[in-house]
């Protein structure tokens, strides 16, 4: 039986590498010799733009872009999963055979969602200041003693996205210069601040310049993932049953991010990860416990940079107080945050001792960077 990738969910890295890498297939198999897409004649029926699924395959193997007919069958079908090809009736996944199959782009039916048209915005801005003659936004820069390539200044970049005409307004480039940070096609050069207009260096992270190979598809990609557009707005401290939401809606902020093998039944306040407002932790623990540094709890240091909503988690306690929930597609999750650690320190400042509502304050106290010490148990309390 075949496996049907059409409706997995991808990251944002992944997806970002499959258009990139789509987009120079397409190209090539338009323009190279032999030209594989074109217009095909079956049962009396013309189907235009289309190119025939094993002779791709054969084509894949002489261009070296995969090392067998297998690979190249699950690379097309990685594309066919993010909606980039498809076949010309929907009929079929991607084969090895005499079967017609068309890029979404050349029949007009290529779902350009926010993800895509952040990521393609990005390229066009890339390379619009790469080939730019005489423009001085995006070179090599100097931070800290330190030098970043393809690096620019926050408000060097919104500056000439006004001047190119390439957005309306300054407050719509700094917009979607924070819809590409959030997904990691540019970064602060330190990872300290969120998109600024100001005197803050920026680099493009994503290589817009290099030549994927198709088999690449199918290595994963770190998931970075973007926050769900319907659930934007300012940073916020939310206080509901004994809880601090840090950046997360009040909506969201009942999802417990627990792990999957813990399934028993318990009793009293700590209660089962999926029981509303019951604490995830299976037991008390005490502070000499997490300060005996002989003890089972080992010490990690996170940073977080934030999204346009927050960080993307809740906590709970009074003393110590530990991560009650994280949101699976937010900025805590991406950077190793998990339910059920103790926070030990904000930004330098021990919290150990502090309940809920003052670690959150520590926290929110800067809304772009926040660095945690957190503690966790050898096999994750």
């Known amino acids: 039986m ?25 190209e090539t198999m338009h323009q190279g010799k032999p030209v594989l897409i074109k217009n095909r004649n079956y049962h009396l029926r013309t189907y235009n733009n289309c190119f025939v699924g094993s002779e791709v395959v054969d084509w894949l193997l002489r261009q070296g872009e995969v090392p067998d007919r297998n690979t190249a069958v699950q690379c097309m079908r990685k594309l066919q999963s993010f909606n980039i090809i498809h076949h010309v009736c929907d009929d079929h996944l991607f084969k090895d055979a005499m079967l017609f199959y068309r890029f979404r782009k050349d029949d007009g039916t290529f779902p350009m969602d926010k993800d895509s048209s ?11 200041l790469k080939t730019s003659k005489g423009q001085s936004v995006l070179g090599v820069k100097t931070h800290n003693n330190l030098q970043y390539l393809d690096a620019f200044l926050g408000v060097d970049m919104l500056t000439w996205l006004v001047k190119e005409k390439e ?17 990691n096609i540019i970064r602060h050069v330190s990872d300290d601040h969120h998109f600024k207009d100001g005197q803050y260096l920026y680099q493009f992270k994503q290589d817009f310049t290099r030549q994927y190979r198709l088999s690449e598809v199918l290595t994963p990609v770190e998931p970075i993932l973007p926050r769900s557009p319907s659930r934007r707005g300012s940073v916020s401290s939310e206080r509901t049953n004994s809880t601090s939401s840090v950046g997360t809606p009040k909506k969201a902020s009942f999802f417990i991010g627990a792990d999957e093998d813990e399934s028993k039944e318990r009793s009293g306040s700590f209660g089962s990860p999926g029981a509303g407002n019951s604490s995830v932790l299976l037991r008390p623990v005490t502070l000499d416990e997490l300060r005996n540094n002989q003890g089972r709890y080992t010490q990690k240091h996170i940073r977080i940079v934030s999204d346009a909503v927050g960080y993307g988690m809740v906590v709970r306690g009074n003393g110590p107080t530990y991560i009650q929930t994280v949101d699976p597609g937010g900025p805590a999750a991406a950077a190793g945050i998990k339910v059920r650690q103790f926070v030990k320190a904000v930004n330098g400042t021990d919290v150990l001792e502090l309940g809920h509502q003052e670690v959150a304050k520590y926290i929110l106290a800067n809304q772009d960077v926040c660095n945690l010490v957190v503690l966790q148990h050898g096999r994750m309390l």
Not at 5 to 19: D, I, M, Q, S, Y
Not at 118 to 128: A, E, P, T, V
Not at 167 to 183: F, G, K, T
């Open 118 to 128: 952040i990521l393609f915005r990005g390229k066009m801005m890339y390379h619009s």
């Open 2 to 26: 075949e496996e049907d990738v059409r409706n997995l969910v991808p990251t944002f890295g992944e997806k970002a590498r499959a258009l990139l890498v789509a987009e120079k297939l397409r």
């Open 167 to 183: 957005v309306q307004s300054r407050h719509e480039a700094v917009s979607i210069c924070r819809e590409m940070l959030e997904r």
